[in-house]
Nanobody, 120 residues
Framework: QVQLVESGGGMVQTGGSLRLSCAAS????????VAWYRRAPGKERELVAA???????IYADAVKGRFTISRDNAKNTVYLQMNSLNAEDTAVYYC??????????????WGQGTQVTVSS
């Protein structure tokens, strides 16, 4: 079992930056995907960014060019650098690890989430 703990959230003004961290209690190398999700008030949870198979990165259209996902395998930590934040980025952010079965990703473990609030 892997425990994921997010940190780095908080309140920031429009145009500001935050860096989220997701520290895993064990190795994340066995998981083919590490990802950040978010859930905004009144909205469905959405995939924000992911590193798949340690090679490719994907981003939601809303964050392309502003957010960057990275990982440090030695520290078992995944990061999300968020720049040029706006009010639409306000949400609880979660990290998760997943494996693919067939053609479907299955998230195995989730963190507890960290709140990001962007104020104007």
């Amino acid at each position: 079992q892997v425990q994921l703990v997010e940190s780095g959230g908080g309140m920031v003004q429009t145009g500001g930056s935050l860096r989220l961290s997701c520290a895993a209690s064990g190795s994340i190398l066995r998981y083919n995907r590490v990802a950040w999700y978010r859930r905004a008030p009144g909205k469905e949870r959405e995939l924000v960014a992911a590193i798949q198979n340690s090679i490719s990165t994907i981003y939601a259209d809303a964050v392309k060019g502003r957010f960057t996902i990275s990982r440090d395998n030695a520290k078992n930590t995944v990061y999300l650098q968020m720049n040029s934040l706006n009010a639409e980025d306000t949400a609880v952010y979660y990290c998760a690890v997943a494996n693919m079965y067939g053609s479907t990703w299955f998230e195995r473990y989730w963190g507890q989430g960290t709140q990001v609030t962007v104020s104007s």
